[in-house]
């Protein structure tokens, strides 16, 4: 998994509320298992009309949007099923942070585990946030400092999980903090193996 420390970036307004996992990915996208090859069709039924033409009102498909590494968003974003290729999707389309004032928190845990940062801050923050990202301004968030950079000198601060924190510094999903016990697990391996062989003989 990518580390995530400081970005900056352009940020896409989305002044939607509710905006569900089905919106972000829809269902008939769910049958694969890779990770990659989602970001086209991000928001698939907001961005295209049914013969695949651009939608041109919608945010990413205008410029600078269709380089945004952020998203501000309106609240309660990722409702709806759990599906994981939600996170997928932005990810692939190259969104690393999402901001809003809340989450639904199936998609707020996704999130984390496949390197994006969601960002809780209050209404006030967020609707300053949202005119920034209208005017197409550059967003900076500072995972380190837990701290968001607006325009005019403004900076605001979030709350994050010290261990969530972590694995995103560190760009470690589940099985990299696996993988962090590699040595422990194979030391278990070889004292178990030694108490009863029966168990790793060959059937």
């Known amino acids: 998994m990518q580390k995530f420390d400081k970005l900056t970036g352009i940020a896409a307004p989305l002044k939607v509320a509710n905006v569900d996992t089905d919106m972000i990915i829809p269902k008939q996208f769910l049958k694969t298992i890779k990770r990659t090859g989602l970001g086209k069709h991000l928001f698939e039924e907001a961005r295209y009309k049914d ?10 498909n205008k410029e600078p949007y ?20 939600a996170p997928w999707a932005l990810l692939d389309f190259g969104i690393r942070c999402v901001i809003s004032t809340s989450f639904a928190d199936i998609f707020y845990n996704n999130c984390f585990k496949n390197g994006i940062l969601p960002v809780k801050l209050p209404r006030e923050a967020v609707d300053y946030l949202m ?15 837990q701290q968001v950079f607006g325009s005019n000198g403004k900076v605001f601060d ?7 924190k972590h694995c995103l510094l560190s760009g470690l999903d589940d099985v990299g903090l696996t993988m962090e016990k590699a040595g422990e697990i194979d030391g278990f391996e070889k004292s178990q193996s030694a108490q009863q062989p029966w168990l790793y003989s060959a059937a």
């Open 131 to 145: 005119h920034d990202a209208e005017e197409g301004l550059d967003i900076t968030i500072d995972l380190n400092k």
């Open 66 to 85: 269709r380089k945004a590494s952020i998203l501000v968003a309106g609240e309660n974003f990722g409702c709806g099923s759990s599906r994981e290729h």
């Open 51 to 60: 013969d695949g033409a651009e939608r041109p009102d919608f945010v990413l």
């Open 158 to 164: 979030f709350e994050i999980d010290a261990f969530r």
